[in-house]
């Protein structure tokens, strides 16, 4: 391919060696004749100031963007020049546009999972409430979604409960329903209809549920963020329940369809994302 169909893009984070944003940016990027390189940038437990030095660098050597994942969605906000009304309104971000010098951060975890979510669960997500479990960066996005879609009443939990408290009073002013910080899992999860799994709680080589999977009752709808595995301990047990699923891999896959349009101006071809997810998921 020419050097001007070259694209040169990354993903920064830590852990991030099982990602498989190469995988399905390189793909698409094939299907429509650019010659994508997703670099991984895995660093850990990085200060304010290396992050600052990062990013100065994405703007400098030519990359089109990033996506950006755990811990730092919400860290490199301050070292960008834009955000997209979606991305400031929820606080944190995953992906990072390049456009004339100037870095623009977006959240498309957000746009994926309220894609996911319409395509796997449909109309059940407003028959009442859900508890949305971890309330960072990626809570703060699916609560976003959850907004979006019209869900009720949303019951947050998080390990640190004034990071819950935080979360449900933004979310509040989103246009959706009612949010509330959950006490404890039990109370959260009683009368629930749904619930959503925002914590790494699950992803290998973790098998931890984020709740008490005995909570779980047949007839509601369960969502994982975590995709690796792709039937987390949560999923399994709620399938073994009746439950109706939406695995991880729906909100990947969407995530990445709008990040690949984000970078390059184009369309993934229909499909092609998702085969090269689950061709990378399935050779790990």
């Given at each position: 391919?020419?050097?001007?169909?070259?694209?040169l893009?990354?993903?920064?984070?830590?852990p991030?060696?099982?990602?498989?944003?190469?995988a399905?940016m390189?793909?698409?990027g094939?299907?429509?004749?650019?010659?994508?390189r997703?670099?991984?940038i895995?660093?850990a437990?990085?200060?304010?100031?290396?992050?600052?030095?990062?990013?100065?660098?994405?703007r400098?050597?030519?990359f089109?963007g990033?996506?950006?994942t755990?811990?730092?969605?919400?860290?490199?906000?301050?070292?960008?020049?834009?955000?997209?009304?979606?991305?400031?309104?929820?606080?944190?971000?995953?992906?990072?546009?390049?456009?004339?010098?100037g870095?623009t951060g977006?959240?498309?975890?957000a746009?994926?999972?309220?894609?996911?979510?319409?395509?796997?669960?449909?109309?059940?997500?407003?028959?009442?409430?859900?508890v949305?479990?971890?309330?960072?960066g990626?809570?703060?996005?699916i609560?976003?979604?959850?907004?979006?879609?019209?869900?009720?009443?949303?019951?947050?939990l998080d390990?640190?409960?004034?990071?819950?408290?935080?979360?449900?009073?933004d979310?509040s002013g989103?246009?959706?329903?009612?949010?509330?910080?959950?006490p404890?899992a039990?109370?959260?999860?009683?009368?629930?209809?749904g619930?959503?799994n925002?914590?790494?709680a699950?992803?290998?080589?973790?098998?931890s549920?984020p709740?008490d999977?005995?909570?779980l009752?047949?007839?509601?709808?369960?969502?994982?963020?975590?995709?690796?595995?792709?039937?987390t301990?949560?999923?399994?047990?709620?399938?073994?329940?009746?439950?109706?699923?939406?695995?991880?891999?729906a909100?990947?896959?969407?995530?990445?369809?709008d990040?690949?349009?984000?970078?390059?101006?184009?369309?993934a071809?229909?499909g092609?994302?998702?085969?090269?997810?689950d061709r990378h998921i399935?050779g790990?």
């Amino acid at each position: 391919m020419a050097a001007s169909n070259r694209v040169l893009l990354g993903l920064l984070g830590y852990p991030i060696a099982h990602s498989a944003a190469p995988a399905m940016m390189e793909a698409a990027g094939s299907a429509v004749g650019l010659d994508i390189r997703l670099h991984l940038i895995e660093v850990a437990d990085a200060p304010p100031e290396r992050l600052r030095r990062i990013l100065d660098g994405i703007r400098l050597i030519g990359f089109a963007g990033i996506n950006v994942t755990f811990p730092y969605k919400q860290s490199v906000i301050p070292f960008l020049d834009a955000m997209d009304p979606g991305a400031s309104q929820i606080g944190a971000v995953n992906l990072v546009t390049v456009r004339d010098g100037g870095l623009t951060g977006h959240n498309t975890d957000a746009t994926g999972f309220l894609s996911g979510l319409r395509e796997t669960i449909g109309e059940a997500v407003t028959s009442g409430p859900a508890v949305l479990v971890g309330a960072g960066g990626a809570g703060r996005a699916i609560a976003w979604a959850l907004a979006q879609a019209g869900v009720p009443e949303v019951r947050v939990l998080d390990q640190d409960r004034s990071r819950a408290e935080s979360l449900a009073r933004d979310a509040s002013g989103w246009g959706g329903g009612r949010f509330v910080a959950a006490p404890d899992a039990a109370s959260a999860m009683a009368g629930a209809q749904g619930l959503l799994n925002a914590s790494p709680a699950g992803m290998l080589p973790d098998c931890s549920s984020p709740v008490d999977t005995g909570l779980l009752r047949k007839g509601m709808w369960v969502a994982d963020a975590v995709y690796h595995p792709p039937l987390t301990p949560l999923l399994a047990a709620a399938q073994a329940k009746g439950c109706a699923l939406m695995p991880g891999r729906a909100m990947s896959v969407a995530q990445a369809e709008d990040g690949f349009r984000l970078f390059t101006g184009r369309e993934a071809p229909p499909g092609v994302i998702a085969a090269a997810f689950d061709r990378h998921i399935g050779g790990q």
